[in-house]
Each structure stands twice: as structure tokens, then as C-alpha cells.
């Protein structure tokens, strides 16, 4: 996330109409429009128009755009989908041409400060034989082979012990009246 001045100079620098776009009443009624037709709470439409106005300054590149909606919005990545078209047919046709300076600029600033360093190679994992490939198991099915769960209640396990030490000899509950 870049910090308050990051913002500002990237603000500072942007062309007038897309200065005029993070601010225009079209963008926030737009932005109002797509959250409410995908039920979206207030707190997530903020991070909605957040989101459309960090593209729009060029801090989150296009094609992150919609891996950061799924995010940020606690949504799957088809509904993060389907808005990111909304927002891109309704904020970002209308100002494609600036977008596409800011986000060429912004590419061709990162290859100069970063030289793309050569991944490391790994080695090829070796394959096991059909007879010995042992399935991963889920943690919950580790945790029910460790026997940290148990199927009697706290009362039954009372119960159970009542019985081994003999409490009860008479087999009766002593608090109970006698019927005669």
C-alpha cells in the first residue's frame, strides 16, 4: 500500500482528466451504482472506489486489478470479475487513453529501477512410484488419528469412572425417594 505522499506526487503528476475522474461525482455515482447491484456493504463500496482510484493513479497495474478486488472486497474472483467489467465499461473506457500513459510509464520506470533477476532453477522432483505415493492428509484427519477428539461428553466419562470405582454400589441413585 503506498503511503500518503507516494499518493500525492503520483497525483501531482497525473493528466488533468484523470485528476478530474478520481474526483467526479459521475465516478462516485457509478461507483455507488455497481456496489449496490452487487450487494456490496458501505465498507466494502470504500474499498471499492479505493481501488478504481489507485488503478486510476497507477499504484495497482491493470492486470492486478481484479486479484486485488477479490481481496480486498472478501469476494471469489468471478464476482471480482464481473464488477472489475462494470468498472472498466463505466470509470475506465472514458479515460482509457490517460490510463494507458500513466500505466506505460509507470512499466517502463519499473524495468529501469529493477533489473529482472533470473529465477533460480529447481530441480525436477522425483516421481514416486504409483505403490508409494501416500495421499496428504487434512490436518483434521491428523488431529482424529492423534485422538485429541473424543466422542464422550465430560458427564459420560463422570459416569464411566463412577462405575469402575464402585460409588454406587446399590445401583441406585441415593438422592432419589423411595416410592411406598
Known amino acids: ?3 500518503q505522499n507516494e499518493i500525492q506526487q503520483k497525483f501531482k503528476e497525473l493528466p488533468q ?3 478530474d475522474a478520481i474526483f467526479s461525482v459521475d ?3 457509478i461507483i455507488q451504482a455497481i ?3 452487487h450487494n456490496l456493504p458501505i465498507d466494502k ?3 471499492l472506489a479505493d481501488e478504481v482510484g489507485l488503478l486510476i493513479l497507477g499504484t495497482t497495474r491493470p492486470k492486478d486489478f481484479v486479484s486485488h478486488l477479490a ?3 472478501d469476494a471469489d474472483i468471478e464476482k471480482a470479475r464481473k464488477i472489475a467489467e462494470e468498472v472498466n ?5 472514458k479515460i482509457k487513453e490517460s490510463l494507458k ?3 506505460t510509464l509507470e512499466e517502463e520506470e519499473i524495468i529501469k529501477k529493477v533489473e529482472a533477476p533470473t529465477p533460480p532453477t529447481k530441480p525436477e522432483p522425483k516421481e514416486l512410484p504409483v505403490n508409494q505415493m501416500q495421499p496428504k492428509k487434512s490436518p483434521f484427519e491428523e488431529k482424529l488419528q492423534e485422538k485429541i477428539f473424543t466422542t464422550q461428553s465430560p458427564v459420560q466419562k463422570e459416569v464411566e469412572q463412577a462405575k469402575k470405582e464402585n460409588r454406587y454400589p446399590m445401583k441406585q441413585d441415593p438422592y432419589r425417594e423411595s416410592v411406598e
Open 27 to 29: 465516478t462516485a455515482d
Open 17 to 19: 482528466d484523470l485528476r
Open 71 to 73: 481481496r480486498r472486497l
Open 35 to 37: 456496489a449496490k447491484r
Open 1 to 3: 500500500m503506498p503511503t
Open 101 to 103: 500513459k500513466v500505466h
Open 45 to 47: 463500496m470504500g474499498e
Open 89 to 93: 465499461t463505466q470509470i475506465f473506457a
